[in-house]
């Protein structure tokens, strides 16, 4: 199973490869053709922007590498970890939200996807249906109630049918 995660880091690591070895020795030819590079802002640009290229790239691949090594069959199959999605009820209101655990990189609060390295991440690791989880936020603490899990297996399952 090929994690979602890669073809985003993959697609990143080529457009920045791209761009330091096509547009960035384009810009710092340009540059040059101006003249004096000690006072040439162009230059100076294109070199920080190189700089800033090489060390993504570098990033890029080793985060790759890192996930890449990820051994999803470690993840738990009874329980919540990376990759799983938990219902949960409200202990006060009984309203329902979703979270899925995801990567740093899927971060997005406004859809339920959260980093597990997230406080409220951190809650919500390990748990299994009926457990009660306390979320300590910062202007509150709020009690819900796992109400259902899907893990990373059951989500990859989902994608592939």
Known sequence: MKLPILQKLEKQLAESKKELQ??????????????????????KAAKERQMFLES????LQ?????????????IPRDRSGLGSTLVLSDLDNGEEKKYHLVFPEDVDPDSGKISTASPVGRALMGKQEGDEIKIHLPNQKKEF????????????KEVTE
């Open 56 to 59: 993504r790239v570098s990033l």
């Open 145 to 156: 109630e796992v109400v259902r899990v899907i893990t990373i297996h059951e989500n990859s």
């Open 22 to 43: 096509v547009d960035i020795p384009e810009a710092l030819k340009i540059a040059r053709a101006h003249g004096d590079l000690s006072e040439n802002a162009e230059y």
């Open 62 to 74: 080793k985060r790759i590498s890192d996930v890449t090594a990820l051994n999803i069959d470690r």
